[in-house]
């Protein structure tokens, strides 16, 4: 990849100073919030995440739209990770955010 290629995609290329030597990229930092106000479903996806919640990726829960809607106001999220329960109100009031739905094969048509 050229360094304007990682660069869009979130890498950051280095170059040690002193030796003018390539340093291995480094990920930049995912802030993701996710909407869901099931207790049990909020562990069982911050489980299912629980490997890729280091430093590369971070996710914040909002257990209602309005305190999703708060914390987004604050504009310190990369992506949002939701059901189809709000998603218009989000979508609307943030239409630069990226949302991922989540939907079970049920209602996978209404996505």
């Known amino acids: ?3 304007e290629t990682n660069r869009a995609a979130g890498v950051m290329d280095r170059v040690d100073s002193e030796t003018d030597a390539f340093v291995a990229p480094q990920w930049k930092s995912i802030r993701v919030l996710l909407i869901e106000n099931e207790s049990d479903l909020t562990a069982c996806i911050r489980t299912a995440l629980g490997d890729l919640n280091t430093s590369v990726l971070h996710v914040d829960v909002a257990l209602d739209l309005v305190t ?3 914390q987004l106001k604050l504009g310190a999220f990369d992506a949002v990770l939701m059901g189809l329960d709000g998603y218009r109100t989000i979508h609307r009031m943030f239409p630069d955010t990226p949302i991922i739905l989540l939907t ?3 209602h996978a048509g209404q996505a």
């Open 104 to 106: 079970d094969a049920e």
């Open 68 to 70: 999703a809607t708060d």
């Open 1 to 3: 990849m050229t360094a």
